[in-house]
């Protein structure tokens, strides 16, 4: 087997490589502009939340949402479906009256789920805990690293918390994939209407097969809901 590659001119291979590491600095940039918007957004989320507010964090991981969203005296309730850094989350946050943790998965049906840890979860749990997920399919997932999870329907969870409080205040939402399902459920059902502020980190460069779902999906967002209320570019 020959390398083609070795009979290109070295100027067209320096040519692609600089290509190549421009595309990289863009990505990197407009991935610094959306870290920056993200934490200004959060900010101001977390100037108008109020002790009595309702805020979800879904995809909770080491609690640096969460404590932001504590600090304010809002109720704050987070999601983390790992038992290693569900501990650890539990620990951080014991004592917090204001904070309540579910060591669950979410998604649109209740039961138990597996999920699977990212490359090298044994060897540094804190960092590759955030690329977990329970959708088959994804980047950089050892799928033989699992768990079985519970599972909670969170479109249901959330009518029932609208029905007891009036609204949500806040969602936040990094949960590896399954965003989608739940996200698609809360548009067709209206669900959005009572929450005051959504963002979400969608994962299609991780799922190819659920492109065209997640365009549908933010397309139909952005007709029917006010701009800014309900952000799908989280970090």
């Known amino acids: 087997m020959t ?5 290109e001119p070295i100027d067209a291979r320096a040519g692609k490589s600089r290509e190549a590491e421009t595309a990289a600095q863009i990505r990197r940039a407009k991935r610094n502009q959306r870290k920056a918007w ?3 957004y959060l900010k101001g989320i977390t100037t108008l939340l109020r002790p009595g507010d309702l805020a979800v964090d879904l995809g909770a991981n080491m609690g ?9 005296g809002a109720d704050v309730v987070g999601f983390e479906p790992d038992p290693v850094t569900f501990s650890k989350l539990k620990a951080r946050f014991a004592g917090v009256p204001n904070v309540t943790l ?3 998965a979410v998604g649109v049906a209740t039961g138990t789920v597996r999920l699977m840890r990212g490359d090298g979860f ?3 749990p804190d960092g590759a805990s955030v690329k977990s997920t329970i959708l088959d ?5 050892n799928a033989a690293d699992s768990v079985e999870v519970a599972l909670i ?3 249901a969870w959330v009518r029932e918390q609208v029905a007891a409080r009036g609204s949500i205040a806040f969602v936040k939402m990094d949960i590896e994939g399954s965003e989608l399902d739940i996200l698609e459920v ?3 059902e209206g669900l959005f209407e009572n929450i005051r502020g959504l963002v979400a980190e969608t994962h299609e460069r991780k799922f190819k097969e659920l492109r065209d779902r997640y365009k549908a999906l933010k397309a139909d967002i952005a007709e029917h809901q006010p701009s800014g209320k309900i952000n799908l570019d989280w970090i």
């Open 153 to 155: 329907d969170f479109p």
């Open 186 to 188: 809360m548009d067709r």
């Open 137 to 141: 399919g994804g980047r950089g997932i």
């Open 3 to 7: 390398d083609d590659s070795a009979d």
């Open 64 to 72: 640096v949402v969460t404590a932001e969203l504590a600090a304010t």
């Open 102 to 104: 579910f060591n669950a």
């Open 38 to 40: 993200a934490e200004g």
């Open 122 to 124: 044994a060897e540094n």
